[in-house]
């Protein structure tokens, strides 16, 4: 990213392009672990959805379809919350170091 | 009643990309309160965790107009943008009716302690806002520091446990009740467990007309020192063991919102957060003997106050 001087900022700072965020991936922070959705299992209830704290569960319509892995990071609360008696968000071990890859 | 299949079809209004930390407890608030109007928002946030993680430049997490706030004002802030929009009004540069909502949000820092009079002096005026509290019980975003909402015996890096000392020995701040005796149409305190109980505040609080206040449980992982994946099961129990009673208050009128089938003890809730491992030592045991005797004197006194 180039780096910006004092001397392009807006006057007052006010930033247009809202929501731009998006283009931060947190899902970078990721650390050994992940979800994984187990579609068959799921009812539907959208607790996963309504507590990630980072926006990553993907709905589709009126359906959870499953994760967002470029925002996911792995906090594992879905699957906590995840209701179903097996549950339909397992937290998996996650091979790929992203912290380690994004270093080289 | 509203279903969070419903909710999850509108659109965001904060979105992803934004850097509060693994676990964190405070999209989970947002997400369901910006659901809870559909107008037009104008929000004002006091720094804190929210306003610096969601606004790191030369990014915004915001799909919202989004004013920053200093620490200590962001209810004069709000209250001074929602006049702006009346004199326009008047002027005739915006639509006689359209309609607006404003939003002021700040943390337990920016709230309780240095906003408080800029609160304090924007709801007793009676504008027509809303003033949102995250409250996660400390200064999270400078690394930790004790506020008036700390509770009694947590540790935090201005009352640390050691020693000489039990963590913070002060009993907390009722900022909610401090609300309450402002007089204004609408107080509540919520947390982001009971998602119906919360957005049901929120459309309340956002429909009345005049000042209204929500007071809401906020996660910290990073402070209060738990397995992050256990957030949601910890605002259980602060509100099974009354520690976080929800409980709203419509024009002087109280309403306990949920009353726990057996009240657990507050150990409970501490034994699973790092911030009060000490008081199981020995010489501390006063002090969760005193957090317990102070909860269960509050419970007993909201439960009076609603059946006035
Ligand atoms: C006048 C002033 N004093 C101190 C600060 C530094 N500061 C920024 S955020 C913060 C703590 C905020 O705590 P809180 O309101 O509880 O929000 P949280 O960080 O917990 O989300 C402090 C002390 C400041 N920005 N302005
Ligand atoms: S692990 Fe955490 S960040 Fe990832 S999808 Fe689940 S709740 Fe969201
Ligand atoms: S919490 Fe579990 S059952 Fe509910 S929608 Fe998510 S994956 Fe499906
Ligand atoms: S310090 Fe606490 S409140 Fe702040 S972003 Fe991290 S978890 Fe959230
Ligand atoms: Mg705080």
Same mark, same amino acid.
């Given at each position: 990213?180039?780096?910006?001087?004092?001397?392009?900022?807006?006057?007052?700072?006010?930033?247009?392009?809202?929501?731009?965020?998006?283009?931060?991936?947190?899902?970078?922070?990721?650390?050994? @672990?992940?979800?994984?959705?187990?579609?068959?299992? #799921?009812?539907? =209830?959208?607790? &996963?959805?309504?507590? $990630? !704290?980072?926006?990553?569960?993907?709905?589709?319509?009126? @359906?959870?379809?499953?994760?967002?892995?470029?925002? #996911?990071?792995? =906090?594992?609360? &879905?699957?906590?919350? $995840? !209701?179903?008696?097996?549950?339909?968000?397992?937290?998996? @071990?996650?091979?790929?170091?992203?912290?380690?890859?994004?270093?080289? | 009643?509203?279903?969070?299949?419903?909710?999850?079809?509108?659109?965001?209004?904060?979105?992803?990309?934004?850097?509060?930390?693994?676990?964190?407890?405070?999209?989970?608030?947002?997400?369901?309160?910006?659901?809870?109007?559909?107008?037009?928002?104008?929000?004002a946030n006091a720094t804190g965790c929210l306003e610096v993680c969601t606004t790191i430049f030369p990014r915004t997490?915001?799909?919202?107009?989004?004013?920053?706030?200093?620490?200590?004002?962001?209810?004069?802030?709000?209250?001074?943008?929602?006049?702006?929009?009346?004199?326009?009004?008047?002027?005739?540069?915006?639509?006689?009716?359209?309609?607006?909502?404003?939003?002021?949000?700040?943390?337990?820092?920016?709230?309780?302690?240095?906003?408080?009079?800029?609160?304090?002096?924007?709801?007793?005026?009676?504008?027509?806002?809303?003033?949102?509290?995250?409250?996660?019980?400390?200064?999270?975003?400078?690394?930790?520091?004790?506020?008036?909402?700390?509770?009694?015996?947590?540790?935090?890096?201005?009352?640390?446990?050691?020693?000489?000392?039990?963590?913070?020995?002060?009993?907390?701040?009722?900022?909610?009740?401090?609300?309450?005796?402002?007089?204004?149409?609408?107080?509540?305190?919520?947390?982001?467990?009971?998602?119906?109980?919360?957005?049901?505040?929120?459309?309340?609080?956002?429909?009345?007309?005049?000042?209204?206040?929500?007071?809401?449980?906020?996660?910290?992982?990073?402070?209060?020192?738990?397995?992050?994946?256990?957030?949601?099961?910890?605002?259980?129990?602060?509100?099974?063991?009354?520690?976080?009673?929800?409980?709203?208050?419509?024009?002087?009128?109280?309403?306990?919102?949920?009353?726990?089938?057996?009240?657990?003890?507050?150990?409970?809730?501490?034994?699973?957060?790092?911030?009060?491992?000490?008081?199981?030592?020995?010489?501390?045991?006063?002090?969760?003997?005193?957090?317990?005797?102070?909860?269960?004197?509050?419970?007993?006194?909201?439960?009076?106050?609603?059946?006035?």
């Amino acid at each position: 990213m180039k780096k910006e001087s004092w001397k392009e900022l807006t006057l007052g700072t006010i930033n247009l392009d809202a929501g731009n965020s998006v283009k931060n991936l947190t899902g970078t922070w990721r650390s050994g @672990k992940k979800p994984q959705f187990i579609e068959e299992r #799921c009812i539907q =209830c959208f607790f &996963c959805w309504l507590y $990630c !704290p980072h926006f990553a569960i993907e709905v589709d319509g009126d @359906k959870v379809r499953g994760i967002n892995y470029d925002y #996911c990071t792995g =906090c594992g609360i &879905c699957s906590v919350e $995840c !209701p179903t008696k097996e549950k339909a968000i397992v937290m998996v @071990k996650e091979e790929v170091k992203l912290f380690e890859e994004r270093a080289k | 009643m509203a279903k969070l299949k419903d909710l999850a079809a509108i659109e965001d209004r904060l979105v992803a990309g934004h850097g509060m930390c693994i676990g964190c407890g405070i999209p989970l608030i947002f997400k369901v309160i910006l659901r809870a109007t559909e107008d037009p928002l104008i929000i004002a946030n006091a720094t804190g965790c929210l306003e610096v993680c969601t606004t790191i430049f030369p990014r915004t997490s915001w799909n919202v107009t989004w004013v920053h706030s200093a620490f200590e004002n962001a209810a004069s802030t709000i209250s001074g943008i929602e006049v702006m929009y009346k004199a326009l009004k008047k002027k005739g540069r915006i639509p006689k009716d359209k309609r607006f909502k404003f939003l002021g949000v700040g943390g337990d820092g920016g709230t309780y302690d240095i906003g408080l009079q800029a609160l304090s002096g924007a709801v007793e005026r009676g504008h027509d806002i809303v003033y949102v509290c995250y409250d996660n019980n400390v200064y999270a975003n400078t690394g930790g520091q004790r506020s008036s909402a700390t509770p009694i015996g947590a540790s935090a890096t201005t009352s640390p446990a050691g020693t000489q000392s039990p963590g913070k020995i002060q009993r907390r701040k009722d900022l909610t009740k401090v609300l309450v005796a402002h007089n204004i149409p609408y107080v509540a305190q919520a947390s982001p467990h009971r998602w119906q109980d919360l957005y049901n505040k929120a459309k309340k609080a956002f429909e009345v007309e005049g000042p209204a206040f929500l007071n809401v449980l906020c996660l910290c992982p990073t402070e209060w020192k738990y397995d992050e994946s256990l957030g949601i099961r910890l605002a259980h129990m602060a509100v099974d063991t009354c520690v976080w009673p929800l409980y709203e208050v419509e024009n002087g009128k109280y309403k306990i919102n949920y009353k726990p089938k057996e009240k657990k003890p507050v150990l409970e809730w501490i034994k699973t957060q790092g911030r009060f491992r000490h008081l199981f030592k020995e010489k501390n045991a006063w002090v969760l003997e005193e957090f317990q005797k102070q909860v269960d004197q509050d419970w007993e006194e909201l439960n009076k106050l609603e059946s006035l």
